[in-house]
């Protein structure tokens, strides 16, 4: 069974820091992977996705993420963080090829202070 | 023009009455879901209709009961709603063998009282 866990419910960074977000999954098949944004109030947002190819994918408002099977993770991250990148992170999982489910993780907060 | 709108974005009820949450998209997917996040933040799958047909049900109370009239619409209904429905229900749609991606509505937040 696949699952996606998300270390760190609560991350917090200064302006202009550098944002990391944890996110390993399990699948026994090769995965799809997402980051989705959500704002308060808000849906969710695709902030970028893996499917096959480069394992660094590049997303909207300067993310990036890494797929690395060897470590069964696709961490999230954005090298300076502005006060708008405040917001609810989810990582999720899909197989490949299946119109099946998203599985997602339980969420990181991101602060960011001035 | 939204492409994934969910109605009402708000509804507060009482314990034991019926409700409904209409969804539709514009986008011209064969698939759509709901998915509920609990006061956690916590996303699960409830549904997935694929043109008109229900693929997954997990493991959903038969209180909750999905219609489909067309592969644009993903309706869902509640019956005798308890103060645990209480949550924000979201509605999704895409393909994601193909699109690889599900594009979500804005969500409804239910509260019971």
């Known amino acids: 069974a696949q699952s996606v866990t998300q270390l760190g419910s609560h991350v917090s960074v200064s302006e202009g820091a550098l944002v990391l977000l944890r996110c390993n999954y399990s699948?026994?098949?090769?995965?799809?992977l997402f980051w989705y944004v959500q704002y308060p109030n808000q849906g969710l947002q695709l902030l970028l996705k893996y499917t096959t190819g480069a394992t660094l994918v590049k997303g909207i408002n300067g993310f990036e993420a890494e797929f690395k099977k060897s470590e069964t993770s696709f961490h999230l991250t954005k090298p300076s963080a502005h006060m708008s990148d405040a917001a609810e992170y989810f990582c999720?999982?899909?197989?490949?090829?299946?119109?099946?489910?998203?599985?997602f993780g339980t969420g990181t907060r991101l602060q960011v202070f001035p | 023009d939204t492409a994934v709108s969910q109605t009402p974005k708000y509804l507060v009820t009482q314990m034991g009455n019926d409700k409904s949450i209409k969804c539709e998209q514009n986008l011209g997917h064969d698939t759509m879901y709901w998915y509920k996040q609990d006061s956690k933040k916590f996303l699960k799958i409830m549904f997935s209709y694929n043109n008109k047909e229900l693929i997954i049900n997990e493991t959903v109370p038969n209180r909750f009961s999905p219609k489909s009239p067309d592969k644009a619409h993903l309706n869902l209904h509640i019956n005798s709603l308890e103060l645990g429905d209480s949550a924000v229900y979201f509605c999704a749609s895409g393909r994601l063998d193909r699109d690889t991606e599900a594009f979500f509505g804005q969500g409804t937040r239910l509260t019971v009282v």
């Open positions: 999720a999982v899909s197989e490949m090829g299946n119109t099946d489910k998203l599985i």
């Open positions: 699948s026994s098949v090769p995965p799809y």
